[in-house]
């Protein structure tokens, strides 16, 4: 055996008179001088997910007084623990609406995915970034993108092409098992891999129905060649996904394949959704380890979260609307307390991308994660001071702190974001939204 170790050598020997191969972390004499890139020059992957919670977060309890990198840890910030040291809060940036009625619970969201407010309720108006996104660095794996919702509703989505159609989550831990560790799955440190007949035969089907597919354009009418664009752009994911399973994948030295979760238990109370969330991190974390996908969307609750606490009888929805404010300390305890647990979603998911060691840092440190909310303040529907967040090292670009926008548009924010990610996007928005200017306080 040759006595010089790269980062896709593996250890081998016996075992009760078995073979065995073990794979090799990322150690130091893998990666160059900065432990940034891999010797032989190859990059670490930066990925890109977005985690969205409805209703908000509490007024006056998770902005921090101070500004720039030492900013104080609020309350409501509590569950990133000592990760708020990669996190940037963005605080006072509002949504320009450009004369259209703000809709309730849907408004805020829209114009964070997409750069401009929504002009009707269930639709956006443009495609979402997190699209655009996989477009441009999500091929060469097996999904462009995963999406997912603890919740456990199919309808859970704010990612979309078309504006009209979102695109579907997996809506339990077991599902998203089964999604990206399931059929279709090859394990990059198998030293037995080959590629699978039943893959070769799907990829020569599809292939087969080009010249259909031609005829059946011709014959369309135009509103069913946008259905068909759909559909086709569906194709070709999934070709590029059976492309990618055809070819022998490289060795991820932080892969470990994870065991099936426990049978999903889906219901609002938000112990369980954190629950389930806490699983579906795990899962998406080795997913991304494991060179599955670059991208991932989370919808934890709807905007207008049906979360509630054990034994409780109204939802967090109407918790911000009934509510009474504490006479002492000034505002609603129990909407308190639930949005202290959305965040708490959030705060588990990026700890999930952070235990897993990658490079010279963690997995979080090679990825950008955007949390963000649909109002500044649920009990009024505000579109303003909408709470986003930015967690993770984006392979050494983000530098984290708290910015005070000013009420500056939040296409801001979804602009430094996309960056962050190394995106080639100069300008982000529409109209009073529209952007060139990311926000490089916290660009490295």
């Given at each position: 055996m040759?006595?010089?170790?790269?980062?896709?050598?593996l250890?081998?020997?016996l075992?009760?008179?078995?073979?065995?191969?073990v794979?090799?972390p990322?150690?130091?004499?893998?990666?160059?001088?900065n432990?940034?890139?891999?010797a032989?020059?190859?990059?670490?992957?930066?990925?890109?997910?977005?985690?969205?919670?409805?209703?908000?977060?509490?007024p006056?309890r998770?902005?921090?007084?101070?500004?720039?990198?030492?900013?104080?840890?609020?309350?409501?910030?509590?569950?990133?623990?000592?990760?708020?040291?990669?996190?940037?809060?963005?605080?006072?940036?509002?949504?320009e609406?450009?004369?259209?009625?703000?809709?309730?619970?849907w408004?805020?969201?829209?114009?964070v995915?997409?750069?401009?407010?929504a002009?009707?309720?269930?639709?956006?108006?443009?495609?979402?970034?997190?699209v655009?996104?996989?477009d441009?660095?999500?091929?060469?794996v097996?999904?462009?993108?995963?999406?997912m919702?603890?919740?456990?509703?199919?309808?859970?989505?704010?990612?979309?092409?078309?504006?009209a159609?979102?695109?579907?989550p997996?809506?339990?831990?077991q599902?998203?098992?089964r999604r990206?560790?399931?059929?279709?799955?090859?394990?990059?440190?198998?030293?037995?891999?080959?590629?699978d007949?039943?893959?070769?035969?799907?990829?020569?089907?599809l292939?087969a129905?080009?010249?259909?597919?031609?005829?059946?354009n011709?014959?369309?009418?135009?509103?069913?060649?946008?259905?068909?664009?759909?559909?086709y752009t569906?194709?070709?994911e999934?070709?590029?996904?059976?492309?990618v399973?055809?070819?022998?994948?490289?060795?991820?030295e932080s892969?470990?394949?994870?065991?099936?979760?426990?049978?999903?238990?889906?219901?609002?109370?938000?112990?369980?959704?954190?629950?389930?969330s806490?699983?579906?991190?795990?899962?998406?974390?080795?997913?991304?380890a494991?060179?599955?996908?670059?991208?991932?969307?989370?919808v934890?609750s709807?905007?207008?979260?049906?979360?509630y606490?054990?034994?409780?009888?109204?939802?967090?929805?109407?918790?911000?609307?009934?509510?009474?404010?504490h006479?002492e300390?000034?505002y609603?305890v129990?909407?308190?307390k639930?949005?202290?647990?959305?965040f708490?979603?959030?705060?588990?998911?990026?700890?999930?991308?952070?235990?897993?060691?990658?490079?010279?840092?963690?997995?979080?440190?090679?990825?950008?994660?955007?949390?963000?909310?649909d109002?500044?303040?649920?009990?009024?529907?505000?579109?303003?001071?909408?709470?986003?967040?930015?967690?993770?090292?984006?392979?050494?670009?983000?530098k984290?702190?708290?910015?005070?926008?000013n009420?500056?548009?939040?296409?801001?924010v979804?602009?430094?974001?996309?960056?962050?990610?190394?995106?080639?996007?100069?300008?982000?928005?529409?109209?009073?939204?529209k952007?060139?200017?990311?926000?490089?306080e916290?660009?490295?």
């Open positions: 040759s006595s010089t170790f790269n980062r896709r050598s250890m081998r020997g075992l009760g008179g078995a073979g065995i191969a794979g090799i990322a150690l130091d004499i893998f990666l160059d001088g432990g940034k890139a891999w032989d020059g190859a990059k670490l992957s930066t990925r890109l997910g977005t985690y969205f919670w409805g209703c908000g977060l509490t006056g998770w902005v921090p007084k101070a500004t720039g990198s030492n900013y104080d840890v609020t309350p409501q910030m509590q569950p990133l623990g000592a990760l708020v040291k990669k996190t940037s809060v963005f605080s006072n940036f509002k949504v609406l450009d004369g259209r009625p703000p809709i309730q619970h408004t805020g969201q829209a114009s995915m997409t750069g401009i407010a002009s009707r309720v269930n639709a956006f108006d443009r495609v979402s970034f997190d655009q996104a996989a441009a660095i999500g091929g060469g097996r999904f462009r993108s995963l999406y919702t603890p919740f456990g509703d199919k309808n859970l989505s704010y990612s979309t092409r078309t504006g159609g979102f695109n579907t997996e809506v339990t831990p599902a998203l098992y990206v560790f399931g059929e279709g799955f090859s394990d990059p440190n198998d030293p037995n891999w080959s590629p007949v039943n893959v070769m035969l799907r990829k020569s089907v292939s129905i080009n010249d259909q597919r031609i005829a059946l011709v014959q369309a009418s135009a509103a069913d060649r946008i259905k068909l664009d759909q559909y569906s194709l070709r999934t070709e590029e996904q059976l492309a399973q055809l070819e022998r994948p490289a060795k991820c892969c470990v394949v994870p065991s099936e979760p426990e049978a999903p238990n889906v219901r609002g109370q938000v112990d369980i959704v954190n629950h389930n806490k699983l579906m991190a795990k899962l998406t974390a080795m997913a991304l494991c060179n599955q996908t670059k991208i991932f969307n989370v934890h709807s905007a207008t979260s049906e979360t606490l054990p034994g409780d009888t109204s939802i967090y929805h109407s918790h911000t609307h009934d509510e009474p404010l006479p300390l000034g609603q129990v909407s308190d639930l949005a202290t647990a959305a708490r979603g959030y705060a588990d998911f990026v700890a999930a991308l952070d235990e897993i060691k990658e490079g010279d840092g963690t997995l979080l440190d090679n990825a950008v994660v955007l949390g963000f909310s109002t500044g303040n649920a009990k009024i529907h505000s579109t303003e001071n909408i709470p986003m967040f930015i967690a993770g090292g984006a392979g050494g670009r983000h984290p702190g708290h910015v005070n926008g009420n500056e548009p939040v296409s801001r979804s602009l430094t974001v996309q960056q962050l990610a190394g995106l080639p996007v100069g300008q982000y928005g529409v109209g009073a939204m952007t060139s200017k990311a926000i490089t916290v660009m490295a």
